[in-house]
């Protein structure tokens, strides 16, 4: 037989229940707008009817309901979703670092401009046409004095703006090595504290949330894979577990952990709580010379890096995300050859430089000065190698001392002729080119690369956006869904209330109503 | 789908963005009148245009070249037309002077007329344009003709014969060691030059009255020519060979004009100089006319600079400039996109259910 009380219990189950669901929409609405927050739901659930079926219940016309319980507070998120997300922001942030560091080298190499290296080029050239024309004239020969020591000046200057954005992304490969290594103690620690809870049967929604966010943030920087261990003791069915997250390659072959959690012995699928830690990636040169280089000692570019005490080659470390890209950016060795963005371009320059001044100073050779005196270098070199940072007028050049003459008189201007068509008639690894349509096909291979980063940074960012769009469209908290909600809450809230009056009243009728009679 | 106003929100800041890097874009290519601002921007274009660029300052240097061009050939033409000029009025007078009714103080009074157009002529040959002598080569610095120091009597060779030339039937021998002087293979010998002189052409004895010693500084020897670039590999000569025009035999010839008018010698000698006088006349005529074919083809160049700087200049613009129109009406409507995405975004951002509320 039921209790006459009974009908106070359902309502008040179903007070605090709708009070709960209020309180979750509550948490909801605050955080409507907290970066990767999922909107969380109570799972209404019933609670056991009576009676129970067993030997002594007592026989009733039918089961009869008890009201209701929140069986868990769960977020509402699609896994699948964040792992096309995570895969789309590696490939961003791969391709956008890199469109940024093409951007600028653009800058820097300023062409097509009035002001670039091609230009600087072709006014050289200018004056040493005006210089053949009127070879004894001073003013001519101060003017391509002048010029030839712009030449220098920019190779000079491009090669040192080259260079120095070159060490400041060796400034951001630590510092974005730094980022990894700390988002993967965060997430270590957050795995900790999951581990801690999810025993208990709990749901640590908003744990779950911030080790979300920080696996995307990671993502950007490298290709991760992220793994599922169950926690012990007796999780929750929501329950998420432990992750374990794996740097991988392109093609998802795994490189190293990154957060590592392993299997408990004899317990497929469970985390032995032991096994949690954070393995931090390094790329620094050791003083100690037992240590791992990570850079090579010659050229200063990137030979590998570690992983904990591991060294993985550069060849093995092929992955999408930023801290690829900027190694591609600063340059890499390769089979002992020098790779990446700003190395070549740098070596393209100093190949430039030392073709172009090495040819330039052999014609200057060949002919006479004012004087009617063997010229001597234009450009300085003394057995090193020319390159376009060290490029520089010799010191012993004067205006007098410009051999403009194939002959000794003064007023034969022949050689500044040949001087100029030095640019036209170039060879540069053993190909017959002019210092122009060279220098083109440099500039050509730069905006083809940066066009081509621009546009798969674009794409894959319109991917990103795409994926990250569902995921809002799942997870987002909507202001109106949840106002709708808190009056349908309200309302129930309201009516178990209403209920309790009505049990009230009929407590009442029987308390003070009945037996009475006669009174 | 599930919509929720965080969404639309993320869409309109991501939209309005991208509709501003539009903008972005448009002003750019207004404010600079290009199409592109960096290479990536078109990679075929940026190479295109640096090309240009350089086809274009080329031309415009030969252009400039041209100018240089023009001044060593039109200073060349006046000054051989003033030499012609002041020939023929030499002519004129040793036509008069012939006369045998001329006594010696008339014709001497025309030797000195006759002088002082030598020294014109010397001074026509030593013409400098800019710091530049014209008659001499290369050796631009140097001026080319010294009347003092042309047809000097023989023994000045002795004892040392160097720096000076010997010129022989209009070729110039230079000193060679000795008393040998030389014209590529041709070599005259002079013996005993203070004595009694005697001289050999390649062996062969010619007569030393035929020979004109002169001191090198005093008379053009540099043959070199002046070349100017006009167009990529067009290399145009632009003096004039000044031994084949104000050489040593031309001033030695005047002197001796002049030393027959002063030493009275009779009209017929006198007229025989006329056929000297006809030669000089034809030689500077023959320089002159090679000089105006040369300038002809100069002013060929010059009409094709021009317009290959026009192309240059179109192909350039062709390839780089924005088109104004164009960015405008794209800018225009981008500009009402722009207005459009604000409006809605103002409208769709603001209500929510609970301003219906109650």
Redesign the interface.
């Known amino acids: 037989m039921r209790s006459t009380f009974h009908g106070l219990e359902t309502a008040r189950r179903g007070m605090t229940t709708q009070q709960s669901a209020l309180y979750v929409t509550g948490h909801n609405i605050s955080n ?2 907290t970066p990767g927050y999922s909107r969380q739901r109570v799972n209404f659930e019933q609670t056991e009817s009576y009676p129970a079926p067993s030997m002594n219940s007592p026989m009733m016309p039918g089961q009869l309901g008890t009201g209701v319980q929140a069986g868990s507070i769960e977020r509402v998120r699609e896994d699948f979703l964040d792992k096309q997300y995570r895969n789309e922001n590696s490939k961003t942030g791969y391709w956008s670092s890199r469109s940024e560091a ?2 600028k080298m ?2 820097i ?1 300023n ?2 401009s009035d002001s670039g290296l ?2 600087t080029l ?2 050289f ?2 004056s040493l ?2 210089l ?3 070879p ?2 001073p003013g001519a020969r101060s003017v391509v004095l002048e010029r030839g020591r712009a030449v220098a000046e920019t190779f000079n200057f491009l090669s040192d703006s080259l260079t120095a954005i070159q060490n400041d992304f060796k400034d951001q490969i630590n510092i974005t090595v730094d980022h990894a290594n700390s988002l993967s103690r965060q997430i270590n620690n957050i795995n900790k504290q999951i581990s801690e809870i999810e025993p208990h049967g709990y749901l640590p929604n908003d744990l779950y949330d911030e080790r979300d966010r920080l696996i995307d943030e990671l993502s950007e920087i490298v290709d991760i894979k992220v793994t599922r261990l169950q926690s012990g003791g007796t999780p929750n069915k929501s329950a998420e577990g432990i992750f374990k997250v794996e740097m991988v390659d392109k093609t998802g072959n795994p490189i190293g952990d990154l957060v590592t959690a392993n299997e408990l012995a004899g317990k497929p699928g469970v985390i032995d709580g032991n096994s949690m830690g954070s393995i931090p990636l390094a790329i620094q040169n050791p003083t100690d010379p037992t240590a791992i280089q990570n850079f090579d000692t010659t050229t200063g570019l990137v030979k590998s890096i570690s992983l904990g005490g591991t060294e993985i080659s550069i060849d093995s470390f092929n992955t999408n995300g930023k801290l690829r890209s900027l190694i591609d950016s600063y340059g890499y060795m390769e089979n002992g050859k020098e790779v990446g963005l700003y190395p070549e371009m740098l070596s393209e320059l100093d190949l430039l430089a030392k073709s172009f001044a090495e040819a330039f100073n052999s014609q200057h050779k060949a002919g006479h000065d004012l004087s009617g005196n063997v010229g001597g270098n234009f450009f300085f070199d003394d057995g090193t190698e020319i390159d376009a940072k060290n490029i520089k007028l010799d010191p012993t050049i004067t205006k007098e001392t410009i051999a403009a ?1 194939v ?1 000794d ?6 050689n500044a ?1 040949l001087l ?1 068509n030095v640019k036209d008639n170039l060879t540069i690894n053993n190909v017959k080119t002019s210092v ?1 349509a060279y ?2 096909g440099v ?2 291979d ?6 081509e980063a ?1 546009r798969l940074s674009a794409n894959s960012g319109v991917l990103r ?1 795409s994926v990250e ?2 995921r ?3 997870s ?6 949840e ?2 909600n808190m ?1 349908k809450f309200q309302h129930a809230y309201n009516a178990s209330a209403r209920n309790i009056t009505i049990i009230d009243e009929m407590l009442d009728t029987i308390i003070n109503g009945l037996g009475v009679g006669g009174r | 789908m599930r919509v929720t106003q965080s969404m639309l929100t993320n869409n309109m800041l991501k939209n309005l963005s991208q509709s501003y890097s539009r903008l972005d874009k448009y002003q750019d290519q207004l404010s600079t009148g290009k199409k592109i601002n960096r290479p990536s921007d078109d990679p075929v274009v940026a190479m295109k245009g640096m090309n240009y660029r350089t086809d274009l300052t080329e031309i415009e240097q030969y252009q400039r070249n041209l100018s240089e061009a023009y001044n060593w050939m039109e200073n060349t033409d006046s000054a051989y037309d003033k030499g012609t000029s002041a020939l023929q009025r030499i002519r004129e007078l040793v036509v008069q002077a012939s006369n045998d009714t001329y006594e010696g103080d008339q014709r001497r009074l025309i030797a000195v007329e006759i002088k002082e157009l030598t020294d014109h002529l010397e001074s026509i040959a030593n013409t400098k344009v800019g710091n530049k002598y014209i008659f001499n080569g290369s050796d631009t610095t140097s001026a080319p003709v010294n009347l003092d120091d042309i047809n000097l009597p023989i023994e000045n060779l002795d004892p040392d014969a160097t720096g000076f030339v010997v010129t022989y039937q209009g070729n110039e021998y230079l000193h060679s060691g000795g008393f040998t002087f030389k014209n590529g293979t041709d070599i005259i010998e002079i013996t005993d030059p203070a004595g009694t002189p005697s001289a050999t052409l390649e062996g062969t004895p010619i007569e030393i009255k035929d020979l004109i010693v002169s001191k090198q500084s005093a008379v053009p020897t540099d043959v070199q020519e002046v070349k100017i670039e006009l167009s990529k590999g067009v290399n145009i000569v632009v003096n004039s060979n000044p031994t084949n025009s104000f050489n040593a035999t031309f001033f030695s010839d005047l002197k001796e004009i002049i030393s027959k008018l002063e030493n009275s010698s009779s009209g017929e000698e006198i007229s025989d100089s006329l056929d000297t006088i006809d030669n000089h006349l034809t030689n500077i005529t023959s320089e002159r006319a090679v000089m105006g074919a040369r300038y002809n083809r100069v002013e060929l160049i010059e009409d094709r600079l021009g317009t290959q700087e026009v192309i240059a200049n179109k192909m350039l613009s062709n390839n780089e400039d924005a088109d104004i129109e164009r960015v405008i009406t794209d800018l225009k409507i981008q500009e009402s996109i722009h207005r459009a995405a604000l409006g809605v975004g103002a409208r769709i951002v603001q209500p929510s259910l609970l301003d219906f509320l109650r």
Request: no cysteine.
């Open positions: 409507a707008n093409l951007e653009e800058e190499m062409e097509p091609s230009i072709d006014r050239w200018q046409q005006d053949s024309v009127q004894e004239d003459a002959t008189k003064p007023g034969d201007g022949e002729l100029a122009n220098y083109e500039i050509g730069m905006a083809v690369n940066s066009q621009t956006d769009q569902r809002q469209s799942v987002a908290v909507s202001i109106d869904e106002m709708t009056i």
